[in-house]
């Protein structure tokens, strides 16, 4: 093993970048230290017309690029430099003998290749060229030798790395450079994983599974604390997430979230972004307590809240329109309160009235995720962990058409039985099953969640209610085992069902509502969320 050096000296830096982001600023920070700078191509060009001295890479090498840039720093003058052990007196003897320099700080970040793999404008052959291979070599060959030479693979080390050579005088110290290495192996993994993605789907064509998955993910931040206030927490995000998602929405007022705010929050967002028309969810322990569309937004706060008033105080809530004023208005009414909400945006009134009212204005936090995405047919893939594995499926996405579904009862539903069968069918698969939800006019008015049983859901759901169940309609995430459901939705006025069907006993409860009179649809499509 290498005897780690306290701090390491930076004399002498080699830098080949793609993304020119500070890089002028960073370099002329070194030149102040006294560090001799080598670059490549475009880099050096631009170092140049800075006003920069720079040593050309082929004069390092003793060769000129080639190959189209193909092949620049594959040399054993670039590695050679980068790779001797300075505590190794046969190392030093070697270079010398070769003519070799040290080179102490490596500067690279990679050919765009992500960027340009996600144009679906780009060709095959435009990918290729943009792997990139001389840039990873490099990496792996200074963060192999960590203990020795510095290595930046992001602008956004720059600053810091800057601080370092201050604070030490032109050195970094060992824990620094430690620190260096993993992110450069971070990097370049993730680099390669993208490559292996991309090629399997461009030569092999989209696969839903591929061969193997290689997980990247970037830390956010750390939190207080976990579900529970023993367990330690973080959060992390992929570099590709949507911009319509928790991690990347801004928080324009409020304390640090908490991770089960994220949790909670996460399902509010994916609620309303089912819906076209202003929609509101109310979620509690991830699930939604009330949910409401209406053509105004401050409408569809009213009813999403009333879905269940007793469990919305406490909650988050998910948003899908700017929130205007008149809607914080009703948000800050006595006797009302939130943990978070989620939106595109909050006109400055709205944000006025949710950060000076009482209560409110030390408490609560305003997300902003922006403008409301495109919806993808794509498939996405979710992952769960489970002991020694994962398991992967396909989201539950999609926009089902009720007028497709088959119509099982002697009677149909009405149009406006239609539309509340069409929200609550669309809620229901955002509910922990065994779930079922009763809706009217557009708004949950119970919803049972997280049952073992199927008919305890649907007792949950229409105690909630209570006489709203009256003339509602209901949604099961799964078909009926038994009529006991039918029966005892009949029994609080429940008017008409949607369900998958698909059991063995699905004649009894057709022959149920026929019975009691109700219309009932099968979507054939189960909504099962555990």
Request: charged share 25%; net charge negative.
């Amino acid at each position: 093993m290498d005897r780690e050096p306290a701090r390491v000296p930076i004399r002498r830096a080699l830098i080949s970048v793609s993304d020119k982001s500070d890089l002028i600023s960073f370099v002329k920070g070194l030149a102040a230290f006294g560090v001799e700078i080598i670059s490549t191509g475009g880099t050096r060009r631009e170092l140049e017309a800075a006003g920069i001295s720079v040593v050309d890479v082929s004069d390092v090498t003793g060769f000129p690029e080639m190959l189209d840039g193909r092949v620049k720093t594959l040399h054993p003058a670039v590695h050679g430099g980068l790779l001797h052990r300075r505590d190794v007196p046969e190392h030093l003897a070697q270079i010398t003998a070769h003519g070799i320099s040290p080179i102490d700080l490596l500067v690279v970040n990679l050919y765009p290749f992500e960027k340009v793999s996600a144009d679906s404008k780009s060709s095959l052959e435009d990918v290729i060229e943009n792997i990139d291979i001389g840039g990873p070599a490099m990496i792996r060959s200074a963060a192999k030798n960590h203990s020795h030479v510095a290595v930046l693979v992001d602008p956004a080390q720059y600053r810091p790395f800057l601080a370092e050579l201050q604070r030490h005088r032109g050195a970094v110290a060992a824990d620094f450079l430690r620190d260096l290495a993993l992110a450069a192996f971070e990097r370049t993994a993730e680099y390669d994983r993208c490559i292996a993605d991309t090629l399997q789907k461009r030569i092999r064509g989209q696969t839903v599974f591929p061969p193997s998955i290689t997980l990247s993910y970037r830390k956010g931040e750390e939190l207080r604390y976990g579900e529970n206030p023993h367990q330690q927490a973080a959060f992390y995000f992929e570099p590709s997430a949507p911009a319509a998602s928790i991690l990347h929405a801004k928080k324009l007022h409020g304390k640090e979230l908490s991770y089960n705010n994220l949790l909670d929050l996460d399902a509010a967002l994916s609620i309303v972004l089912e819906f076209d028309r202003p929609a509101v969810s109310v979620i509690k322990h991830n699930n939604p307590c009330g949910s409401a569309v209406a053509e105004t937004l401050v409408d569809a706060f009213r009813a999403a809240w009333d879905g269940d008033p007793t469990s919305a105080f406490g909650s988050v809530l998910g948003i899908n329109r700017t929130v205007d004023a008149e809607t914080a208005a009703a948000l800050v009414e006595p006797g009302r309160f939130v943990e978070a909400v989620v939106a595109p945006d909050f006109d400055p009134e709205a944000i006025r009235l949710l950060t000076t009212v009482p209560t409110w204005k030390t408490n609560v936090r305003l997300l902003a995720y922006g403008p409301r995405p495109s919806r993808d047919s794509s498939p996405v893939l979710e992952y769960r962990p489970i002991a020694g594995g994962l398991l992967v499926q396909t989201c539950d996405t999609g926009h089902d058409d009720l007028y497709a579904a088959k119509v099982v009862t002697t009677s149909s539903p009405t149009e406006s039985q239609r539309r509340d069968l069409a929200f609550a069918w669309a809620l229901v698969r955002h509910v922990r099953s065994n779930a079922i939800v009763l809706a009217a006019s557009e708004a949950a008015v119970g919803v049972g969640a997280g049952q073992m049983s199927r008919v305890d859901a649907c007792r949950i759901a229409i105690e909630k209610a209570g006489e709203r169940a009256r003339g509602a309609v209901l949604a099961s995430d799964a078909f009926f085992p038994f009529r006991d459901n039918v029966d005892l939705a009949a029994k609080a006025g429940i008017a008409a069902i949607v369900q998958p069907g698909g059991s063995k006993r699905d004649g009894e409860s057709i022959e149920a509502c026929n019975e009691h009179g109700i219309a009932m649809l099968f979507t054939g499509e189960r909504r099962f969320r555990h």
